[in-house]
């Protein structure tokens, strides 16, 4: 794990800070901080998010919208709320989207309110998005830790971005290109986690979650 200059690392936090889980938060709870997960497509990070909703359900992780056809397996208000352009069209201009960034020719976007009532209630909120998605984030709310998942090298995702089977190749080379200038921005991140292990990064994120709460 690596860890930019004003980051701090999870593996430094001591068990016994964690944030109790599973209660709902008491009236006088203090915002939580939001918690980032980005990187570059194929890095691994909605495994990583799907693992800590099977595992972790005391995390809120928030259901983004999207103009992009779901995926065999993917549930409809589970991976995403999916919905045509002129839906996504309506949530921007009535700035219901915290943040949004078009990807490989699709929208994804993270609705505002749920992810503001979460904060609020001092609950472990986390989101798994785009780098365009993440540096707005940084933006409207300066308090959000950012973590930047990050491959063990860029020969393994490429086999990831390319192995995956279910994108046509002009995707992929879109999607490729796109990851070239997402790794360049690790230092745009208050936290790196090298994803050789999902499990290994899932208990960092756990970790890093209950440390800002
Ligand atoms: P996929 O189509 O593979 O599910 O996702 C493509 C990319 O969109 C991934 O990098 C994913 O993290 C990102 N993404 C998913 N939801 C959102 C969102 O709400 N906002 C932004 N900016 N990116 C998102």
């Known amino acids: 794990m ?36 980005s990187g570059p497509s194929g890095v691994g990070k909605s ?27 993917e549930v409809n208000g589970r991976e995403y709320h999916f919905v045509d352009e002129g839906e996504f069209d309506r949530l921007v201009a009535a700035g219901e989207l915290l943040e949004w960034a ?15 009532e979460r904060t609020a209630a001092g609950l472990p909120t986390l989101l798994e998005i785009d780098l365009a998605g993440a540096r ?12 930047f998942l990050a491959p063990p090298s860029w020969e393994e995702l490429v086999r990831r971005l390319t192995g995956r089977g279910t994108e046509p190749p002009e995707v992929i080379e879109r999607r490729l290109a796109v990851a070239k200038e997402e790794l360049a921005a690790q230092g745009e991140f208050n936290v790196t986690l090298v994803n ?16 800002y709460q």
């Not at 936090?13 to 889980?21: C, D, E, K, M, N």
């Not at 707005?136 to 973590?147: N, T």
């Open 2 to 37: 690596a860890v930019s200059p004003g980051g701090r690392s999870p593996e430094a936090v001591a068990a016994g800070s964690a944030a109790p889980v599973g209660a709902s938060a008491p009236a006088t709870a203090r915002h939580s901080r939001l918690t980032v997960l």
């Open 47 to 73: 495994t990583v998010a799907a693992a800590l909703r099977r595992d972790h359900p005391e995390i809120w992780i928030s259901v983004s919208v999207t103009t992009r056809s779901p995926r065999p397996g």
């Open 136 to 147: 707005q984030v940084r933006q409207s709310m300066p308090d959000a830790v950012l973590v």
């Open 196 to 211: 050789t292990s999902v499990e290994r990064v899932c208990r960092q994120m756990v970790t890093l979650i209950n440390s």
């Open 102 to 116: 078009e990807f490989a020719g699709n929208k994804y976007g993270t609705p505002r309110e749920p992810v503001r």
